[in-house]
């Protein structure tokens, strides 16, 4: 539990370092930083930076909540293959030395584990007994909580339901599965699709909008509010894609309640939270089944608000 | 716990009663019934004949499996489409007056959950602390252990793989979804499909094996083992539908260990465990994430000997 100064939870994205600072609970201060793509010491200083750019004096605790295959007991990256960084780089140790405190003091873990104990503790499954959040961004992550806990497995590999089969033998996933919700629902996947139907003659304003740059959620949110087609039709094939893979976690762990977050979901708002909702009840093997998809309440500071909580 | 007498687990299928009786923890005496098909009445004297035909004198306390929704606190069956069988039927209270115990001395579960209990507790996942069993018979059922206890879920819905998506908008399964993993693998699916390709033309022993009577397990097994290519062909989609749900399951929740039981996986045999467990392999988006899948020990008995543990 935090001493005397604050709390620091550290959301470590792909492209952002999102900081916030707790005391008594509240949130006192935040910052934001670009994500280096120097490498691993070049990260841990963005992140000291980011924690001294929120002028909060000592610093009692850190949590970083980081994408990738987490070594919780080590405090290292063992993998992230959306950070420029190296292999089983020892990140909580770094980061200590850099804020000048203990190492014992700064905690790292997964980020969608970590949001997700934000959303279950603070944000829209608060009080849930069982939940599943899903985050749809650049890929497609998730966690499960059962009986009240963060549910993390032998492996640490629980809620990968970006994994998750929604049509055996379809669209080649990242991960190089076939078929996986993520393939159907992620941005990025979301783009390379955009593209190639752009290339192949299909009108849309989804590259034009994106121009040079990677095409970014608001696009998509843009692209579906002006009607384009295509982004209506790729965005509608992402919520049935949602649909399935979560009607599936239903019929396997039976849940009531599932948190629906993220970039691309948070950009695109309560239609496509409500789409997806829909697509869900369709599928359910049991009708009437008592099963609602929620927004999640936290936004982007969801994954920083829960690395604090692995002080909590 | 039992006290004096014998306790005795009952697995009320839709067409056998199998019953066991267990003292000092082994299996004593076993007897098996046709079951009836003339309502819940029917039914309760028939189980209470099964008890009866064993000869173990005294009986202490009655564990029941039975398909469809239960009530376990009320030992109603609320509905079973498997069954001949009323609505609500108080099948524990029936039982214990054809009897002669005291209502408070039966139990009634899903036949699924105590089947699964048994493979936990006795069979092939004894020990494990995280496991996902299978059952592939006329449909496709499963119970989930985690953390060492079988998980119920909030609805009592828990592990219902056969209704899991492996195929969006694919074949309709008999709960009215599309796609369902037991559109692919379970046998009533597998005869209509059977039946379906053979009335199209393609060549098959299995409809010829048959005869008037329904397509058996046993007929799978023997048209497989003549080199009947339909057959071949359809449970090659039979594993590989099973591959996609069960990577699924592990992506969602990290199994590590899978117990493939049932009627047709139980006379199918190790070649169709070894290609269930390489259809998964093919599917973790992990690669060689050691992921393992087994073949149920307890066969027909199963649901009898998990009923038993009703009292355990």
């Known amino acids: 539990m935090s001493g005397a100064g604050v709390v620091v939870g550290v959301d470590l994205g792909g492209t952002k370092i999102q900081a916030v600072a707790i005391a008594a609970g509240d949130v006192v201060a935040d910052a934001k930083l670009p ?11 963005a992140i000291a930076d980011a924690v001294g750019a929120m002028g909060i004096g000592e610093v009692d605790r850190i949590g970083i909540g980081a994408p990738g295959v987490i070594d919780r007991a080590a405090g290292t990256i063992v993998k992230a293959p959306n950070l420029a960084i190296e292999s089983s780089v020892p990140l909580a140790r770094l980061v200590a030395q850099h804020v000048g405190i203990d190492a014992e003091r700064v905690a790292l873990d997964n ?3 970590v949001a997700t104990m ?20 650049t890929g497609v992550g998730g ?22 089969v929604v049509r055996d033998g379809g669209r080649r996933c990242g991960c190089g599965g076939l078929g996986h919700l993520e393939s159907y629902a992620g941005r990025r996947a979301l783009e390379d699709e955009a593209r190639r139907r752009h290339a192949d003659g299909a009108p849309t304003k989804l590259v034009e909008l994106a121009g040079d740059e990677r095409m970014k959620s608001s696009v998509f949110a843009k692209a579906v509010a002006a009607g ?4 209506i039709e790729l965005l509608d094939e992402a919520a049935e894609a ?11 762990v039976d849940l009531d309640l599932i948190v629906l977050g993220g970039g691309l979901a948070d950009k695109l708002g309560e239609p496509f939270r409500a789409a997806v909702d829909d697509a869900v009840r369709r599928r359910l093997f049991v009708p009437d089944l008592p ?22």
Do not use: K, Q
């Not at 994500?35 to 200083?45: C, E, L, Y």
């Not at 966690?143 to 998750?164: K, M, P």
């Open 291 to 312: 099963v609602r998809v929620v927004a999640a309440t936290l936004g982007d500071h969801a994954g920083a608000i829960g690395a604090t909580l692995l002080w909590a």
């Open 118 to 137: 934000a959303e279950h503790r603070r944000g829209a499954a608060a009080g849930a007994e069982d939940a599943l959040c899903v985050f749809v961004g």
């Open 111 to 113: 980020d969608v584990n």
């Open 35 to 45: 994500t280096p793509t120097r490498g691993g010491a070049a990260i841990a200083s």
């Open 228 to 231: 384009d087609e295509l982004a």
């Open 143 to 164: 966690g499960l909580v059962l009986g009240g806990e963060l549910r993390r497995g032998a492996r640490g590999l629980t809620g990968e339901i970006g994994h998750v």
């Open 242 to 252: 949602l649909g399935a893979a979560l009607a599936s976690a239903v019929a396997l």
